[in-house]
């Protein structure tokens, strides 16, 4: 790699910015693709872009072939984050099985008397409002909200900021005439069909979940799926 791209490439890094290298394995070629921007010598096409797109979602790197040269991409992906709405049990069970699957986790509930060191070790803690939570965590492409209060007060205010975000998967606990009632009122604050399609309510993967550990756990596949195969989950 010459020294310019190394350069940009680390800044990139530094910048939790989604990058992907992309080497002509047989000449040597190189081109460095940051958030969708093209650097280098190498010249790309459509399939080899659908490649990094795959390459950045699964955090690991392939070969691809186009115009009769193999390439090889290598991805740098910022690191994901969970972002959990509401210090109850379920996030209790949750927040250890995302760290395990290497999420940085970030517990926000405005009730300190929830959030405790005690009770969520090794997370993140915020006690803002969750709508200035969520506006300063800024979630992106490798972030999943997840709202669990049952509170319209904190969990509406958390998916209003979550649907302008890129967040790449957005959950809501409830039953499906709570979430009924959840659009009902985010259609009136402007958001319509397509933004709902984006939210996973009710949460997780139907396995007849009724604990708060396996509801975590339904929750934990259906944010796994969707980092990995969005296409497959229909959202």
Request: hydrophobic share 40%; charged share 25%; aromatic share 4%.
């Amino acid at each position: 790699m010459n020294s310019a791209l190394l350069d940009t490439l680390l800044e990139a890094k530094t910048a939790k910015r989604p990058t992907a290298l992309v080497t002509d394995l047989e000449g040597g070629a190189q081109a460095l693709v940051i958030d969708g921007a093209e650097h280098g010598e190498l010249a790309l096409d459509d399939q080899v872009r659908g490649g990094i797109e795959r390459a950045l979602r699964r955090d690991k790197g392939e070969t691809v072939e186009s115009a009769g040269k193999r390439l090889f991409i290598q991805p740098f992906a910022p690191p994901k984050r969970m972002i959990l709405v509401g210090a109850v049990h379920i996030a209790q069970s949750l927040a250890p099985m995302a760290k395990l699957t290497g999420y940085d986790v970030v517990i926000v509930d405005p009730r300190q008397a929830f959030t405790s060191r005690e009770r969520f070790p090794g997370a993140a803690l915020n006690h803002d409002w969750p709508d200035d939570a969520l506006t300063a965590l800024a979630p992106d492409r490798r972030t999943a909200v997840v709202t669990l209060t049952h509170d319209p007060k904190l969990d509406d205010p958390a998916l209003s900021v979550a649907l302008r975000s890129d967040a790449f998967y957005i959950g809501a606990l409830g039953s499906t005439r709570t979430h009924g009632r959840r659009l009902e009122r985010l259609r009136e604050a402007g958001f319509g069909d397509n933004d709902f399609a984006r939210i996973h309510g009710p949460i997780g993967l139907d396995i007849g979940a009724v604990s708060p550990a396996e509801i975590a756990i339904s929750i934990m596949g259906e944010v796994t799926r969707t980092l990995h195969a969005p296409a497959e989950d229909g959202k």
